[in-house]
């Protein structure tokens, strides 16, 4: 990028203009206050209907040619096997305070949770059912599991992996983690026993990670959540407890470098962050408030340049917050109630497009950030 275009891009991003939050707004762990706050009738949301959805195979996550930053291709998406120090460099710089969304999928009724395989298809948790899509596929595929799927993610080897609760058997331990082996459409048990699965994530390593939100009452009445981690491949180590003191876990985000373990508390509306101990990734920390303040955590989600992002479905809102300090900003402005967060991976599917199911919409969208994200995991393909 020559002087005179980067000296542009700054004047561009100065006039977006950045203010502070009221005293106990959001906050980081950094102590720093957040943006202003768009309230509910600021935001500008655009109707969209099915008309103006396009096909999978239109998704386009480039870039201007004088941002000096390479196009994201179908090819380059992050491996998060490779994944390194946090990348400092222009994208990073340039990330914009805000980025409009556009439709992707739309009827999506009572969808909670979605997943991106790595070679174009992507699976939507709607109720018991899990719909996989795929742009090329006339007809999806789809399967009924035993109780609703709170949560989804695939592994880089052993297919996909789904948190499922059987609401009638609500703390009788009826819940249990399910695999879909690569290429099949049923699903064994991998973890049973489990009262109330919250969270599901994949680290870079293959394990699995999940949570029990409602495990029995301890210390005198205090009900604390249990965090557990097995490996992806099935025969392997069996599931083992690494986290005992986060009540309410829910959703879950592995740093993609193997640092932290980030954690949505829905007691408190918080996300806790908890130290990682290499190679074996256990907790080697008490858990530590990252970040609060918000109404209801439904979705968390990491770029290369080590940002967490949060989706706060209650406001419509989602909030980019570095790793370690530093000020948060609101970069989605247009996804009304967005429920569940994961970059692109494996066209159509750009990995600078952070994408986040709409509660209120029933829709898929995605919005370009800039810096490329890190998919809690690449799929073989």
């Known amino acids: 990028m020559d002087r005179r275009r980067a000296f542009g891009w700054i004047a561009l991003t100065a006039t977006l203009g950045v203010g502070c939050f009221p005293d106990g707004a959001l906050r980081t762990d950094a102590g720093g206050d957040a943006v202003s706050d768009l309230g509910?009738?600021?935001?500008?949301?655009?109707?969209?209907?099915?008309?103006?959805?396009?096909?999978?195979?239109d998704v386009e996550a480039g870039l201007?040619?004088?941002?000096?930053?390479?196009?994201?291709?179908?090819?380059?998406?992050?491996?998060?096997?490779?994944?390194?120090?946090v990348v400092e460099g222009p994208a990073c710089e340039m990330a914009p305070a805000s980025a409009p969304s556009r439709l992707?999928?739309?009827?999506?009724?009572?969808?909670?949770?979605?997943?991106?395989?790595?070679?174009?298809?992507?699976?939507?948790?709607?109720?018991?059912?899990?719909v996989m899509r795929r742009g090329s596929d006339s007809t999806p595929v789809t399967m009924v599991m035993p109780g609703e799927v709170v949560a989804l993610r695939y592994t880089r080897t052993a297919g996909l992996m789904l948190a499922v609760v059987n609401n009638?058997?609500?703390?009788?331990?009826?819940?249990a983690i399910y695999q879909v082996a690569p290429g099949a459409t049923t699903a064994t048990v991998r973890q049973g026993g489990l009262r109330q699965p919250g969270g599901l994530a994949v680290d870079a390593d293959n394990n699995v990670w999940f949570s029990d939100t409602a495990a029995p009452v301890v210390d005198g009445g205090t009900r604390f959540g249990l965090i557990?981690?097995?490996?992806?491949?099935?025969?392997?180590?069996?599931?083992r407890v690494v986290v005992t003191d986060v009540p309410s876990p829910t959703q879950l985000l592995v740093d993609a470098a193997g640092r932290y373990l980030f954690v949505a508390r829905s007691d408190t509306n918080t996300v806790m962050r908890v130290e990682l101990a290499p190679p074996d990734g256990g907790a080697i920390g008490a858990a530590m408030e990252f970040v609060g303040g918000f109404s209801r955590v439904s979705g968390l989600a990491q770029d290369e340049c080590g940002n967490v992002y949060?989706?706060?479905?209650?406001?419509?809102?989602?909030?980019?917050?570095?790793?370690?300090?530093?000020?948060?900003?609101?970069?989605?402005?247009?996804?009304?109630?967005p429920r569940s967060l994961m970059f692109g991976v494996g066209a159509p599917f750009g990995?600078?497009?952070?994408?986040?199911?709409s509660?209120?919409?029933?829709?898929?969208?995605?919005?370009?950030?800039?810096?490329?994200?890190?998919?809690?995991?690449?799929?073989?393909?």
């Open 351 to 357: 990995p600078r497009e952070l994408y986040a199911l």
């Open 310 to 337: 949060v989706a706060d479905e209650i406001v419509d809102r989602i909030w980019r917050v570095p790793i370690l300090a530093g000020v948060s900003v609101r970069v989605v402005t247009d996804v009304r109630g």
């Open 228 to 239: 557990y981690r097995m490996p992806a491949e099935a025969g392997g180590e069996a599931a």
């Open 104 to 130: 992707l999928l739309d009827g999506l009724t009572g969808a909670r949770d979605f997943a991106f395989d790595g070679t174009g298809g992507v699976a939507v948790a709607q109720g018991s059912t899990v």
């Open 168 to 175: 009638t058997g609500m703390g009788t331990s009826n819940g």
């Open 40 to 57: 509910p009738r600021d935001a500008t949301v655009t109707d969209v209907g099915r008309v103006d959805a396009p096909g999978l195979d």
């Open 359 to 381: 509660s209120m919409d029933s829709t898929l969208r995605g919005a370009n950030v800039v810096v490329r994200g890190v998919p809690q995991v690449v799929p073989a393909r």
């Open 64 to 85: 201007p040619g004088d941002m000096g930053v390479p196009d994201a291709g179908p090819d380059d998406a992050v491996d998060a096997s490779d994944s390194g120090p």
